[in-house]
């Protein structure tokens, strides 16, 4: 498995020369994980094989745009299967609203699918790299039962209940759990953050 | 002027991509003002990809690259075949290589 630094390497040589084969390597490594990602998320196999495409492709053409400073690699691309995922929900139930399912887009769906702001301010872009170290070692400090409860979290948190039946847990212990684990990650990155 | 902060599980959910739109556009507004809680979505963006890491990888199906003629009209994407298909996974016809 390519390390956190050969990641970079490799998509530094996809931005800068259009290296086929260091692309081959990234997508070898990514696609299959951001398709078993998808999955676990509840798409069906085969959308979760079409995004996972679609995120390499976008590897391809925003590696350019990758900064290591902001972020690892691996985190850049979750973000673009989360995107793209959260783009391909709303398309396919349209938006939400308060009566249920409505049969159209949203107009505004583009801009409102994502919470999360794409730019960043030039001192949080500067805490990225320390903040993926600070991460990853409180990661190393959680429980085992605490990370699957948080990977758990992260494949579908609206559908706690589904994650209850996984674990043969009441919902209500889940949800705690969720919560404690989210917290005990907190109080490891304290310090970390403004 | 903020007197609220989301919860962590709202701000991880902002993270995962699993807000219904209700509460993403709640968060996305907060988030637009807020660096504390924009902060803390990034850090757990940062376990996502650790997520991805330590994910058990799944097979992509070999029939895949059908969608190829899709993914070539990609401005910028490769179109011609190499020399050696066999050295790229995303241009052979049988589709790519499975994860070893």
Same mark, same amino acid.
């Given at each position: ?45 085969? $959308? ?90 409180? $990661?190393?400090? $959680? ?52 | ?19 219904? %739109?209700?509460?993403?556009?709640? !968060? ?12 803390? !979505? ?30 070539? #009209? %990609?401005?910028?994407?490769?179109? #011609? ?9 995303? !241009? ?9």
């Amino acid at each position: 498995m390519p390390s956190g630094d050969e990641l970079i390497e490799l998509i530094r040589a996809v931005a800068q020369t259009r290296d086929r084969s260091a692309f081959a390597v990234l997508f070898k490594h990514f696609a299959p994980r951001v398709k078993a990602y998808l999955v676990r998320a509840g798409t069906l196999s085969e $959308l979760a094989e079409e995004l996972a495409q679609e995120t390499m492709v976008t590897v391809w053409r925003k590696a350019v745009s990758f900064d290591p400073a902001r972020a690892q690699v691996s985190t850049w691309v979750f973000t673009i299967a989360r995107n793209l995922r959260v783009d391909a929900l709303r398309r396919q139930h349209g938006v939400r609203g308060d009566d249920g399912i409505s049969a159209e887009p949203h107009p505004d769906a583009d801009l409102l699918a994502h919470a999360v702001p794409d730019a960043p301010a030039p001192d949080e872009r500067l805490a990225g790299a320390r903040r993926e170290a600070a991460v990853r070692q409180a $990661l190393r400090q $959680l429980a085992p039962e605490q990370l699957q409860i948080l990977w758990l979290s992260f494949y579908d948190a609206q559908s706690h209940a589904r994650i209850a039946t996984e674990l043969n847990l009441p919902l209500g212990t889940v949800k705690s759990r969720i919560r404690l684990a989210v917290g005990h990650l907190r109080r490891l990155l304290q310090g970390e953050e403004p | 002027m903020i007197a609220h902060h989301p919860s962590d599980e709202l701000l991880l959910g902002a993270a995962a991509g699993t807000l219904d %739109v209700g509460a993403a556009i709640v !968060v996305g507004a907060h988030l637009e003002g807020c660096a504390r809680c924009r902060a803390s !979505v990034h850090a757990f963006e940062s376990a996502g990809g650790a997520m991805l890491e330590s994910i058990e990888p799944a097979l992509m199906a070999p029939e895949a690259l059908a969608r190829r003629a899709r993914i070539s #009209q %990609v401005a910028g994407w490769p179109r #011609q075949r190499p020399p050696k298909p066999s050295a790229c996974i995303f !241009v052979r016809s049988s589709g790519p290589r499975l994860p070893s």
